[in-house]
């Protein structure tokens, strides 16, 4: 992982989700899809509860009572509703409603629970992207998000690239790519615990033991 050297400290555990996210929602794999869907929505709960729980000196002095944000870390439900407060009192505009968010997190629950069997559709991986971007530059004050990203995924080509003669296929085995529902935890897993590699089988038995422990 990189030091992420334009943004915050603070800000770097929820960016790395997000960018989790973008690298699966741009290899456009069924595998991949699922994933991107469920690291974007990932982001939005960790954005909100990483920023709620922040010195106020991080957040631009900005202080809310104990009992409010008690109540606003209750659940999905209750942080997007700070977030949008807080988005309107700053006087900014609304890009999604509630409404939306919550489907895009339905949609999520659905995909991990239920087993993966469908793939997201590209207008929902969109909504959900478009939405972890704005709730974490609205919160960490990043009006250039996208440049940041784009800059951090160029790190990391430049970081990853392998000549050509020695260049080995990024997708993984058939076999491996099988999704089931264990290895949906497993995957979502291993996209909180950060590097993996999805083809790599070795990855994937840790991942899937440690869902086991659950």
Do not use: C
């Not at 109540?71 to 999604?96: A, S």
């Not at 997201?120 to 960490?140: C, M």
């Not at 800059?151 to 990024?170: C, F, H, M, N």
């Amino acid at each position: 992982m990189s030091e992420h050297a334009s943004l915050k400290p603070w800000a770097t555990r929820p960016f790395e989700l997000i960018v989790h996210g973008e690298i699966h929602f741009r290899r456009g794999a069924d595998y991949d899809r699922r994933l991107a869907l469920v690291s974007f929505d990932n982001s939005i709960e960790v954005t909100i509860a990483a920023y709620l729980k922040l010195n106020p000196a991080h957040r631009g002095y900005r202080s809310y009572s104990v009992a409010g944000v008690a109540n606003w870390l209750r659940n999905f439900h209750t942080r997007v509703d700070f977030f949008l407060d807080e988005n309107k009192n700053r006087g900014l505009p609304e890009y999604k409603t509630k409404e939306e968010i919550v489907w895009y997190h339905d949609q999520r629950n659905e995909h991990y629970h239920g087993g993966g069997a469908a793939v997201p559709e590209q207008s929902t991986l969109e909504g959900v992207r478009q939405s972890a971007l704005w709730i974490f530059s609205v919160l960490f004050e990043v009006p250039n998000i996208e440049q940041i990203l784009e800059e951090e995924l160029a790190k990391r080509e430049v970081a990853t690239s392998i000549p050509g003669d020695l260049a080995v296929p990024e997708q993984p085995d058939t076999a491996v790519r099988s999704y089931s529902p264990a290895q949906a935890k497993a995957m979502a897993v291993a996209t909180l615990l950060g590097q993996w590699k999805e083809g790599k089988e070795a990855d994937l038995d840790i991942a899937r033991r440690i869902v086991d422990e659950f």
